[in-house]
């Protein structure tokens, strides 16, 4: 069974500590701690997938 991805869109709270990337054509991946609230990127809201807990 595969794994439900855990994601999240910019300016929502982060749910888990770790290493966070975006989804689409242009990505790029940044820590986000548990707490804080989700980045945009390039200045767009986007939307986040957890890719390494930390």
Same mark, same amino acid.
């Given at each position: 069974?595969?794994?439900?991805?855990?994601?999240?869109?910019?300016?929502?709270?982060?749910?888990?500590?770790?290493?966070?990337?975006?989804? *689409?054509?242009?990505?790029?991946?940044?820590? @986000?701690? =548990? #707490?804080?609230?989700?980045?945009?990127?390039? *200045?767009?809201?986007?939307?986040?997938?957890? @890719?390494? =807990? #930390?």
């Amino acid at each position: 069974m595969e794994e439900k991805k855990t994601t999240l869109n910019t300016g929502k709270k982060c749910t888990v500590s770790g290493e966070w990337e975006t989804e *689409g054509r242009l990505s790029t991946t940044v820590y @986000v701690s =548990k #707490g804080a609230l989700m980045p945009d990127y390039c *200045g767009k809201n986007v939307k986040w997938i957890l @890719v390494r =807990k #930390g």
